[in-house]
């Protein structure tokens, strides 16, 4: 089973920072299966971003992935009040099982 | 428009089973696996299983299995998950969710399933 770890835990910013979340994974991920989505309270996740760097539709700019291997990221330019959020990185490409990260919570400082 | 949309919450006592149905709709059922993936209060997002409707074949992730049983029925577009000897720590919000190339991008409201005695 591939275990994906994302660091920070809890990042603490204010809307027009940049935040940059991680993912790093125990064994290699083909960059086609790693996606990240975004979780509001009382939601279920939404896709943000998947083949490691494509945004899902209706995804803004703003948002933005990279990496390859063992190494993921994904960026925000520029913070706005919505996306203050948990968001978690999923590979699934290695079936089964299908793993997530634990997450990482965006809270407003 | 892509749509799944999930039975209502369930109370069910320890040592219960239940099940919680996914009805799809506004896309080819039969052409995408429906995946199964729970989440604790609080807590992150956890992978159960799937279904690959067209065939019927399954696949559980190791925690859950001998207790979970995903099933579905073509004609009615819906797939279902069956949890069984449920205890106090399977109390959590389940999800289907449709896997394309794209990962899960299209997920149920959830559905909240209580164990309490």
């Known amino acids: 089973e591939i275990v994906l770890t994302q660091s920070p835990g809890t990042l603490s910013l204010s809307p027009g920072e940049r935040a940059t979340l991680s993912c790093r994974a125990s064994?290699?991920?083909?960059?086609?299966?790693l996606a990240w989505y975004q979780q509001k309270p009382g939601q279920p996740p939404r896709l943000l971003m998947y083949?490691?760097?494509t945004r899902a539709t209706g995804i803004p700019d703003r948002f933005s992935g990279s990496g390859s291997g063992t190494d993921f990221t994904l960026t925000i330019s520029r913070l706005e009040s919505e996306d203050f959020a948990v968001y978690y990185c999923?590979?699934?490409?290695?079936?089964?099982?299908?793993?997530f990260g634990q997450g990482t919570r965006l809270e407003i400082k | 428009q892509v749509q799944l949309v999930q039975s209502g919450a369930e109370v069910k006592k320890p040592g219960a089973s239940v099940k919680v149905s996914c009805k799809a709709s506004g896309y080819n059922f039969n052409g995408y696996p429906t995946h199964w993936v729970r989440q604790a209060p609080g807590q992150s997002l956890e992978y159960m299983g799937w279904i690959n409707a067209a065939s019927g074949n399954t696949g559980y992730s190791q925690k859950f299995q001998g207790r979970v049983t995903i099933t579905s029925d073509t004609s009615a577009s819906t797939a279902y998950m069956e949890l069984t000897s449920l205890i106090s720590e399977d109390t959590a919000v389940y999800y289907c969710?449709?896997?394309?190339?794209?990962?899960?991008?299209?997920w149920g409201q959830g559905t909240l399933v209580t164990v309490s005695s």
């Open positions: 999923q590979q699934y490409g290695s079936s089964p099982p299908i793993t």
């Open positions: 083949g490691a760097s």
């Open positions: 969710a449709r896997l394309s190339f794209r990962g899960f991008d299209s």
């Open positions: 064994q290699s991920v083909s960059s086609s299966y």
